[in-house]
């Protein structure tokens, strides 16, 4: 069973840059796909990037793409979101989670999540 911590949350002004690391622990991360969902006030949590297994592939939803890149490093059991061109639109608290099935964490339902991170965007 894989436990799963996120970091690097923080305040940013729209435009800037924040990039979230998600540490698994516990359990053989490369087994499992990742991916990384938010959730704002007041509104659900929502999909916004997903990676298999390997890092082979890789996985947006629409108000991601072009401006966050998901990536890990299984030698350092750690998954990365890499976010570019922050709006205040983008402010919520990030989760990562873990299934051993890809379509599982693209679906919104894998089995691990981790604790959650506040990002916040200023305008």
């Known amino acids: 069973q894989v436990q799963l911590v996120e970091s690097g949350g923080g305040l940013v002004q729209a435009g800037g840059s924040l990039r979230l690391s998600c540490a698994g622990s516990?359990?053989?991360?490369?087994?499992?796909?990742m991916g990384w969902f938010r959730q704002a006030p007041g509104k659900e949590r929502e999909f916004v990037a997903a990676?298999?297994?390997?890092?082979?592939?890789?996985y947006y939803a629409d108000t991601a793409k072009g401006r966050f890149t998901i990536s890990r490093d299984n030698a350092k059991n750690t998954m990365y979101l890499q976010m570019n061109t922050l709006k205040p639109e983008d402010t919520a608290v990030y989760y990562c989670?873990?299934?051993?099935?890809?379509?599982?964490?693209?679906?919104?339902?894998?089995?691990?999540w981790g604790q959650g991170t506040q990002v916040t965007v200023s305008s």
């Open positions: 516990g359990g053989t991360f490369s087994v499992y796909s």
């Open positions: 990676i298999d297994r390997s890092g082979a592939n890789t």
């Open positions: 989670a873990a299934d051993p099935k890809t379509s599982q964490v693209v679906i919104g339902q894998p089995g691990y």
